[in-house]
């Protein structure tokens, strides 16, 4: 049965899994925000572009879960597992950012280009100054859904023993045999943090899709 | 290669159990995804709000999450133990089934109003126009984002290897175990997941041929083998706008 002192006795657990929940999603998304513009970037050069591609398109095409066995057993024994969860959540997740990008950069109008060629800018400067700040606006709404999916990816991390939320949950059910308070307060609290970072991510697509 | 010979079985059993599980999964998924899609297209508040409500939980929720709970919570408030593969499918299906719902409300809705004024003004019923006219309009145009969702099913699949299932991703873990070569064990998985997404792609291809002809749309490129090449960007994009 339910048990209400129990379920609330054991919220302060829960909220610091929340934390490393929350720490290893914005590392990690800061990690596929770089990566993924760098992969989108050099998609474009030729040879070492398409390897690329390909790389990418093999990690994006096959499940995370493995990707964090792989990775677990393999790394340095000094590595702790947050840090390799959030590199792995990084990688994986750039795969998707990069066609974010890439899909922003083609947007941009050609007419922004040839005026680069005119005014002869150096191609800092055109990417820098011209070309990127109006393909990311556009993708801003795009890239934030991928921040809500990576979020909902990071129970995962409780497979390579990192200390998130799902984890604790699940301590919790093996030391008290009780699991049914501590999932579903897990489901709660992953419904209070995405339902309203939907609204969010809804308003700046009406912000931004205008532009 | 000796690797190879003496596992290859095993992890083509597991392949199967991935491929079933996506399969059945999807299928629960297509019909939760339909229903609730269609329900949200309809003018009465008490539908509209059972579709969000269906949508909103379980697009917040991940779906490792909600497969642990059916499995493990649920038989200490009830009596009943859901079987676990029967639990791994349910919580698929009514993950990729809410994004599915989504999909399903944007196509219906974005067929022309036009066409349902024509129908109307033909005196058709709600059942005709929808099987009818709406819907193999709307059937072209959520294809390809299926296609995707099925993909990200087939991936997210790999964990239920974490409640016991022998898939492919629990196959690759028992090698690890039982051989101590990590590289090879989980290569092996990997190059099989891969594999199985690209014949999933090409599936949903041809299936967007056909529905594309049905509706008098000739399909660019010519043969078999245009189907391989990589689609256009707006279909690539994992649908998870929320």
């Known amino acids: ?211 | 290669m000796d690797f190879f010979v003496s596992t290859f079985p095993m992890y083509l059993a597991g392949a199967g159990i991935t491929l079933l599980l996506t399969v059945a999964g999807s299928a629960l998924a297509f019909v939760l995804a339909m229903a609730v899609g269609i329900l949200g297209t309809l003018r009465n508040p008490v539908a509209r709000g059972i579709a969000t409500f269906y949508t909103e939980v379980f697009r917040g929720v991940a779906a490792l999450v909600v497969m642990f709970w059916l499995a493990f919570a649920i038989p200490q408030i009830t009596p009943y133990q859901l079987d676990i593969n029967f639990a791994a499918i349910l919580a698929l299906g009514l993950n990729v089934g809410a994004y599915g719902a989504e999909v399903v409300r944007a196509s219906i809705n974005a067929v022309p109003r036009a066409q349902t004024e024509a129908t109307v003004a033909l005196n058709m019923s709600w059942a005709r126009r929808t099987w009818r006219v709406i819907l193999p309009q709307a059937w072209a145009q959520m294809l390809p984002t299926f296609g995707n969702l099925v993909i990200e099913l087939m991936k997210a699949s790999a964990i239920v290897s974490l409640v016991g299932v022998a898939d492919l991703t629990q196959i690759a873990n028992q090698q690890r175990a039982a051989t101590g070569d990590t590289v090879l064990a989980f290569t092996s998985a990997l190059v099989m997941y891969f594999v199985i997404a690209q014949v999933l792609v090409l599936g949903v291809r041809l299936l967007e041929r056909r529905a594309n002809r049905r509706l008098g749309r000739t399909p660019a490129g010519g043969g078999l083998l245009a189907l391989l090449r990589p689609p256009a960007a707006t279909t690539r994009a994992k649908v998870t706008a929320l």
């Open chain 1, 1 to 211: 049965m339910w048990d209400t002192e129990f379920a609330i006795g054991i919220i302060p657990q829960l909220l610091e899994g929340l934390v490393v929940t929350v720490q290893a999603t914005v590392l990690g998304y800061a990690v596929a925000l770089v990566l993924g513009l760098a992969v989108a970037l050099i998609r474009r050069v030729r040879v070492v572009g398409p390897l690329v591609f390909a790389v990418f398109e093999f990690i994006r095409s096959t499940p995370l879960l493995v990707q964090l066995f792989f990775v677990f057993y393999l790394a340095p024994a000094n590595l702790t597992p947050l840090t390799i969860g959030v590199a792995v959540l990084g990688v994986h997740y750039a795969a998707y950012t990069a066609e974010v990008y890439r899909s922003g950069i083609e947007g941009v109008a050609k007419g922004q280009w040839e005026a680069c060629r005119a005014l002869s800018l150096p191609p800092l400067r055109v990417w820098g100054a011209v070309v990127l700040p109006q393909a990311i606006r556009k993708v801003i709404p795009a890239l934030g859904n991928y921040l809500i999916a990576m979020f909902k990816d990071t129970p995962l991390l409780f497979a390579i023993t990192v200390h998130e939320m799902m984890f604790v949950a699940d301590t919790i059910g093996s030391e008290t045999f009780r699991s049914m308070e501590a999932y579903t307060l897990v489901g709660l609290l992953f419904l209070l943090v995405s339902v309203p970072s939907a609204i969010v991510i809804r308003r700046l697509e009406r912000r931004y899709a205008a532009v």
